[in-house]
């Protein structure tokens, strides 16, 4: 059973940075797609970036393009969101996903397990 672990949100001000880690376990990542989604009290979860394992494909909202940057290390089986540029509208609680055979990259549907989230809070 794939276990993943977030780690690396906290408090930063507006155009600050954060890095984003996600420890995946118990899985042959080779398949995989990885990805990050976040949510917001009282709204629907939202995708952010993810990434083919095996090929390094990756994929962003639009809302994050140019800021947001998704990269793996296959060594240590472990997937990053660096975070530049960030805005108060970046507060969300940020989900690390992952998914066999991942059709669409934005499809919350497709992932099968999920981290348990880790908070990111951009103050003004």
């Known amino acids: 059973q794939v276990q993943l672990v977030e780690s690396g949100g906290g408090l930063v001000q507006a155009g600050g940075s954060l890095r984003l880690s996600c420890a995946a376990s118990g899985g042959t990542f080779s398949r995989y797609a990885m990805g990050w989604f976040r949510q917001v009290p009282g709204k629907e979860r939202e995708f952010v970036a993810a990434?083919?394992?095996?090929?390094?494909?990756?994929y962003y909202a639009d809302s994050v393009k140019g800021r947001f940057t998704i990269s793996r290390e296959k060594a240590k089986n472990t997937m990053y969101l660096q975070m530049n540029s960030l805005k108060p509208e970046d507060t969300a609680v940020y989900y690390c996903?992952?998914?066999?055979?991942?059709?669409?990259?934005?499809?919350?549907?497709?992932?099968?397990?999920w981290g348990q989230g880790t908070q990111v809070t951009v103050s003004s």
């Open positions: 996903a992952a998914g066999l055979s991942v059709a669409t990259m934005s499809r919350e549907s497709d992932f099968g397990s």
């Open positions: 990434i083919r394992w095996s090929g390094g494909s990756t």
